[in-house]
């Protein structure tokens, strides 16, 4: 599976964005897809997973209630909608795929390249 991740960019604290990932390869339904963010010296944090029909979802404590995520099997694409940005969101945000939606958190298989977001003061 080949990962496009896209949509990053400058937002002001309070703001919003969407990021994209197209999925090329092995058949993308199969997959638990999902969020994984890297801020600046920080380790890598999960942000949030879907499985493959889109029923079961997870997110991070600290994106809860603001970030959803979710899946377009027709165009092979998942989304994370990101609102009410905070500062603290500031990082490089990869998108993940893994055989199971659990193991989006724990054992990524596949790898994007990553989007980075910056969310100004």
């Known amino acids: 599976v080949q990962l496009q991740a896209s949509g990053g960019g400058l937002v002001q604290a309070g703001g919003y964005l969407r990021l994209s990932c197209a999925a090329s390869g092995r058949t993308f339904n199969n997959y638990g897809m999902g969020w994984i963010r890297q801020a600046p010296g920080k380790e890598r944090e999960f942000v949030a997973a879907?499985?493959?029909?889109?029923?079961?979802?997870y997110y991070g404590d600290s994106v809860k209630g603001r970030f959803t995520i979710s899946r377009d099997n027709a165009k092979n694409t998942v989304y994370l909608q990101m609102n009410s940005l905070k500062p603290e969101d500031t990082a490089v945000y990869y998108c993940?795929?893994?055989?199971?939606?659990?193991?989006?958190?724990?054992?990524?298989?596949?790898w994007g390249q990553g989007t980075l977001v910056t969310v100004s003061s």
């Open positions: 993940a795929a893994a055989t199971t939606v659990a193991g989006v958190r724990t054992r990524v298989e596949y």
């Open positions: 879907i499985s493959w029909s889109g029923s079961i979802v």
